[in-house]
C-alpha cells in the first residue's frame, strides 16, 4: 500500500528543509500584522529563511537530476560490497564537491555507510562499520524489524517512482501507528514528493 504526499523541503536536511517549508507555507496570513508591528518583523525574517531553504533545494535538485547515477544503482551498488547486505538508508547529498549518495546497509548485526560517487558509481572514502549495539533503541529495533519484512528498500523505491511520476532522491525508514514503514522521497517534475509504502511482512513457519 502507498500513500503519495506533497512535500516541501529534502529528507532528513532534504526533508528537514521540506518539512519547515511546507510549515511556512501554511501560517495563517493574519499573524503577519499587530499593533506593535513585532509579529511582521518575524514574519520577514521567517519568508527570507523560507526563500534560502527554497534555493538550497532547488540547488539540490538540480545537482541530482545532472548526476549520472540513479538512487536505485547506488542501492544495488552499495548492497553489492558485501553478499547478503540490506539498505536501510540512502539520501543524495548535492553540498559535496562531488554529488555523492549517502547509503546504510545492514549486515552481520552491523550497520554499514557508504559514500557513492553520483558520477562515476564508485565507493570514495571507504566505509564504516558499526555494530547494531550500539545504536540506539529505536534505530536498532527498525533495523532487526527490517528482516521480517518481505520487500527491500530499492522495491520500495521502484513502487515509488511509479506511484509519483519521478525519481527518488532519498529513501528510509520510519515506524508510523507501532508499524516500520519505507519513506521514499521522489523529484516529480518541480515538487519534492513523499510516498509512505507498508510493506507486508515476511511469512512465518
Not at 20 to 34: C, E, F, K, N, R
Not at 44 to 63: M, N, P
Amino acid at each position: 500500500m502507498a500513500t503519495e504526499q506533497g512535500y516541501g523541503p529534502r529528507r532528513q536536511r532534504l526533508l528537514c528543509a521540506l518539512a519547515v517549508l511546507s510549515v511556512l507555507l501554511a501560517a495563517p496570513a493574519q499573524a503577519i500584522t499587530t499593533a506593535d508591528g513585532a509579529p511582521a518583523a518575524r514574519q520577514s525574517e521567517t519568508d527570507d529563511d523560507a526563500a534560502l531553504d527554497r534555493e538550497a533545494v532547488s540547488r539540490e535538485i538540480e545537482r541530482f537530476r545532472s548526476s549520472a547515477i540513479s538512487l536505485s544503482q547506488a542501492i544495488a551498488i552499495a548492497e553489492a560490497t558485501h553478499a547478503g547486505s540490506t539498505a536501510a538508508d540512502i539520501s543524495f547529498d548535492g553540498e559535496a564537491a562531488t554529488p555523492i549518495y549517502r547509503v546504510k546497509t545492514v549486515h552481520n548485526d552491523r550497520m554499514w555507510q557508504h559514500a557513492i560517487d553520483a558520477t562515476t558509481g564508485r565507493i570514495v572514502g571507504g566505509e564504516a562499520a558499526v555494530p547494531l549495539t550500539e545504536l540506539e533503541p529505536e534505530d536498532r529495533h527498525n533495523l532487526v524489524a527490517l528482516k521480517a519484512i518481505r520487500h527491500h528498500l530499492l522495491d520500495a523505491v521502484h513502487v515509488a517512482e511509479h506511484a509519483a511520476s519521478g525519481k527518488a532522491i532519498s529513501g528510509g525508514l520510519i515506524r508510523e501507528g507501532g508499524r516500520l514503514n519505507f519513506a521514499i522521497v521522489v523529484v516529480s517534475g518541480n515538487d519534492l514528493k513523499q510516498v509512505i509504502l507498508q510493506p507486508p511482512r515476511a511469512h512465518r513457519p
